[in-house]
């Protein structure tokens, strides 16, 4: 079964009647996506995250990577109340973790910064086709010179399905949103290649998800 993780990230269960929401996709991806991170993040800068859903990443990734301020986004309200109950919990990560954005990756200006890295796990095949875009587009207006675009979740290669459980995973997102939907790599790459970032690696991660990351220049 693809974990994609079967539940959006910013949909998990309230965590004894706070604000801060667990999600059960983050806690199944949060180690092999932080292993792909740590190892392709530059060592210092900001990383921005598309759709932070429940903050646990956001949290999670940047206790453990010291060099790193994160920049939550999200346009749920509920979502933004757990990012920021997350970072509230966090104590003395407050610093490094910001606030949470209601960010809408379609919109034209996203920071008055450049990212050294734009991250958005389990959330174009959420979404509408034009959010992949937004991403892609805003990434290559935002990103540092070196920035990279990290992107994760199921995908189809060659227009297939890569696994039985990510076709009944793309039918059921579509039943719930025909804008929704399981993504061709091709396409995406192809989306990136147009905007000026490269496909830099794919990454095989468990449950017939991929990490997908793209540079500039």
Known sequence: MSESDRDHEGRGAPSNMSARRRAP??????????????????????????????????????????????QPTDPSEEARASVAAWRAHAGDLEQRVRPPLPLDARAERWLDESP?????????????????????????????????????GPYRREGRHTAPSNEAF???????????????????????????????????????????IFRRG
């Open 170 to 212: 793309d039918r059921s997102l579509r039943a719930r949103d025909p804008s929704w939907g399981v993504r061709d790599l091709e396409e995406v790459a192809a989306l990136a290649r147009a905007r000026g970032l490269a496909l830099d690696e794919i990454v095989e991660m468990p449950a017939n998800n991929l990490s997908v």
């Open 116 to 152: 050294a890295a734009v991250v958005a796990i389990n959330v174009i095949h959420i979404s509408p086709w034009e959010v992949c875009e937004g991403i892609v587009a805003g990434a290559a207006r935002h990103l540092r010179a070196d920035g990279l675009l990290y992107l994760y």
């Open 25 to 70: 996709a983050a806690s199944r991806n949060r180690e092999p996506i932080f292993e792909v991170l740590q190892r392709v993040l530059p060592r210092a800068g900001l990383v921005l995250e598309i759709g932070s859903g429940t903050g646990e990443h956001a949290v999670d990734y940047t206790g453990r990577l010291p060099g790193i301020i994160w």
